[in-house]
């Protein structure tokens, strides 16, 4: 499936949310979705041709079972116009446009020592600032190459403070 046609069920069913006042719940079957396919590799059983559309039907219906009404008609609608092979990439692109109407992401911040508790909190407030976000989760990932200092990764916008940018740069005025 196309990104393009990912953006337009993902829309639709987020419309569909918006209009009857369940945005939220939808947001959060969306995300629980997202984890049990994770989770249980449910996206190569949809895409796999080994299965038979009976048995990915099943599994559709027990995903309907606990779904709400839109939730539901939407699994419906996915399956009656053949996109079970897309699902997992379609709920990612409500996901993914979700926190872009809400202004939420996960900010990467590469450090060469795990980040306490109040840096954390430092970090939060500043991906809020320079990235214009309402809602951040930051992960922290620590790679000692970088010497020192910090790399942020929000979405592609990055901020590099590390030190071994700062020496690259450094050697590539000397010479």
């Known amino acids: 499936m196309t990104k393009v046609n990912s953006q337009k069920y993902s829309k639709a069913l987020l419309e569909v949310a918006k209009e009857k006042g369940q945005l ?5 079957e969306v995300s629980e979705m997202i984890q049990l396919f994770n989770e249980n590799n449910l996206n190569t059983f949809l895409s796999s041709e080994v299965y038979s ?3 990915k039907s099943e599994l559709i219906d027990t ?4 779904a709400s009404e839109i939730m539901s008609n939407f699994l ?3 399956r009656s116009n053949g996109r079970l092979a897309d699902l997992a990439e379609i709920l990612d692109e ?6 872009d109407m809400f202004k939420i ?3 990467e911040v590469v450090s060469s020592v795990g980040l306490s508790e109040t840096q954390i909190e ?9 990235f214009d976000l309402n809602e951040v989760k930051v992960i922290n990932t620590v790679d000692e190459k970088i010497l020192g200092g910090f790399v942020v990764n929000s979405r592609g916008k990055i901020i590099d403070a590390s030190l071994k940018t700062q020496l690259a740069k450094i050697a590539a005025e000397i010479l």
């Open 53 to 55: 559309l009976t048995v």
């Open 122 to 130: 430092k970090f939060v407030a500043l991906s809020k600032a320079k």
């Open 24 to 28: 939220e719940e939808i947001l959060a």
């Open 105 to 107: 992401a996960d900010v």
């Open 76 to 78: 419906n609608t996915i």
């Open 63 to 66: 995903l309907i079972q606990s």
């Open 94 to 99: 409500t996901q993914n446009t979700a926190d």
